[in-house]
């Protein structure tokens, strides 16, 4: 933990597993509210001087927090493996990714401006200002546990604020390197402080009852994401969501079935299926069905599950055996309720992997609404595949969710395209992209998948609060 500049010393830890092997990868000293209240003051302390630099200084130590970051790419992608499972070379995408909200927001830190307004009245001058929101209190989540941390940390410090965070309990060795490298690129004692904690309940609770804090964001699943919501609520907090999802998938008529079903194969099983823009309804117009479903057949039966540590491996484990029950009840309970399972369909049964959270890459088809994978979020390696026959009706039971994160679309008709891009209740949509997303781009959903947008100009906006002057002359 980094509290006030210092690096805590002494005290009780947890364990921190590799979800491959179910090797120890290390500990992690296991704060709680008493951490949290002192990081809080630190950050409360350090927020004067911190929010009164000039934008160019906050901006300087963001790049080189930026170059440090690259240059120890190759180190921060093995632990990032050994730690949360994905195979090494998403880990260096991702860690490229998380440098890249660092250089993303030392730019916008110096484009950070005001406004001057017309009056009505011939002795009035109005005048715009965008101050920074105080100390942030920050949750983030395992999946993509260096990206999420930059995602929210860039902006914070390019606004001027001085944060808290909390990374997840599986996942704080890497929030760990991450804040040696702030540190080293001179972010100023307390301006960022890192409690790791094995319950997080009693560090949300602290955000939430503080009221240095003065702004919460967080990633995660919805059910906690809308009870620190409720709890913000009661002490009027800013807050930033980024919760669940339950992207649909939809392969048009007018689409190449075999380029579609190479997207779904390499979005569905990215990072084991574990991310919130990942698709969990696939929806094939009829006349693409057979196609589609022969192409994601044959790659994703191609696809080789291991240790993230060997360059082979194509797909890691999940997060831990929970996260694997998970994924096996929602097969189980689509078989049952009429699915064909395509493949997959049960745990690795390579005896080199018994010790690690895997679960074979599968296909069901014929998924309808009576399953569980339908309206839960599935979070593993399953692809889900309905068939439709007309626009309209995929329309509505694409928008038919509580969800409102990611969607896609593959047509090659640009009128398609404009009208499902258009219609889609969804904050972010792919059109023949399984990728969109980059620190330029507002990342974020409507409905029960959050609020607030990370990332792109919006980012920083969530860490600002607008103030207007009114100069009688
Ligand atoms: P997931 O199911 O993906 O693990 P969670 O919402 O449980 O999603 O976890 C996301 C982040 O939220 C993690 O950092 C976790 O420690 C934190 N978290 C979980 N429960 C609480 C809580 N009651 N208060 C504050 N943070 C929490």
Known sequence: MLIGGHWHDDGPKFAVFNPATGDRVGD???????????AISAASSA???WSGQTAFKRAEILHQAYRLMVERKEELAQLLTQEQGKPLRAARVETQYAADFLLWFAEQAKRVYGDILPSPRVDQRFMVLRQPVGVVGAITPWNYPISMLTRKLGPALAAGCTIVLKPAEATPLIAIATFRILQEAGVPDGVINLVTASDPAPVGKMYLEDKRVRKITFTGSTAVGKMLARGAGEHMKRISLELGGHAPFIVCKDADPIYAAKGAAAVKF??????????NRMYVHRSALQPFLTELTNRVSRLTVGNGLDEKTGVGPLINNAAVDKVANQVRDAVDHGAELLCGGERSSNAELVNGSFYEPTILANVN??????TEETFGPVAAVIAYDDDDDVIAMANDTAYGLAAYVYTNSLSTAMRYFEALRFGIVGINDINPTAAAAPFGGIKDSGMGREGGREGIDEYLDTKLGGFSI
């Not at 296991?30 to 002192?38: Q, R, S, V």
């Not at 609404?369 to 339908?374: F, R």
């Open 47 to 49: 927020f004067p001087s």
């Open 270 to 279: 990215l990072n084991t299926g574990q991310a919130c823009i990942s698709p």
């Open 28 to 38: 992690a000293f296991d704060g709680g509210a008493a951490e949290t209240a002192a």
């Open 369 to 374: 609404p009576d399953m569980l994978i339908y």
